[in-house]
């Protein structure tokens, strides 16, 4: 039972243009989400985060939306830039899992010059 | 962010020898980390959860005889896998979470291992 859903394993994307990442969950006491980049041979990278309180949270390029009536949320990258081509993992927890990370997995972005 | 390492990075062994995975957080100290394996083009499975000072904790299917882990200090968990097979190949990951209001993990570089 897979709690943690990327339903896109690949997305491609213009240079310049929006990239948006989508993930979908079903265990309504998740309340912690975050997004990890992972280049191949490498360890995941943490790029953002969102806890259940919030509907959006901003880094930079990166921007999070939590949508938690339709157990949803996405990143959105924008301007895409070629250096964002990796494959990101959308991660689940709530509290009293030990921070236990639930992932998706994974979709893979390919943002072409 | 937080800095993570794992050592070491590539590792070959013979069929039947043991490997020692290190995994080290760099600039916080993390009462608890996580060992994840990952198989191509999978997404990343939880070995188990590594509490400072306890037993770790393994995940379902996981056997803890083989995949011993110890986490000796707040900066350093060591997994070790014993009597390793080719099956046992693979890319294992390490994490440390933070402490505070909102937990984040973060991840080392990896470690691959081939068993041949």
Redesign the interface.
């Given at each position: 039972d897979q709690q943690v859903k990327q339903n896109s394993p690949s997305l491609s994307v213009q240079e310049g243009r929006i990239s948006i990442l989508n993930c979908d969950y079903t265990n309504s006491m998740f309340d912690?989400f975050?997004w990890?980049k992972k280049y191949p041979?490498?360890?995941?990278?943490?790029l953002i985060?969102i806890?259940s309180i919030k509907d959006k949270n901003e880094d930079g390029r990166f921007t999070v939306f939590l949508n938690k009536s339709a157990k949803h949320l996405s990143l959105h990258i924008v301007p895409s830039q070629p250096g964002d081509s990796a494959v990101y993992?959308c991660a689940a927890?709530y509290r009293g899992s030990?921070?236990?990370?639930i992932?998706?997995?994974?979709t893979k972005l390919s943002v072409k010059p | 962010?937080a800095v993570?390492s794992?050592h070491p990075s590539r590792v070959i062994c013979k069929s039947g020898t043991s490997v020692k995975i290190e995994c080290r957080s760099l600039d916080f100290q993390a009462t608890?980390m996580?060992w994840y394996r990952q198989f191509p083009k999978?997404?990343?499975m939880?070995m188990a959860?590594s509490n400072e000072g306890s037993k770790a904790?393994y995940e379902q299917g996981v056997e803890k005889d083989k995949f011993l882990i110890n986490h000796a200090s707040l900066t350093l968990s060591t997994l070790t896998v014993t009597s390793a097979h080719p099956e046992d190949s693979s890319?294992y990951?390490?994490?440390a979470?933070t402490s505070g209001r909102?937990?984040?993990?973060?991840?080392?570089?990896?470690t691959?291992l081939l068993v041949l």
């Open positions: 912690y975050l990890y041979a490498e360890g995941p990278t943490f985060s806890s993992f927890s030990q921070g236990n990370l992932f998706g997995k994974g | 962010g993570v794992q608890t996580f999978q997404s990343l939880l959860t904790t890319f990951i390490c994490s979470r909102e937990e984040t993990q973060y991840f080392g570089p990896g691959r």
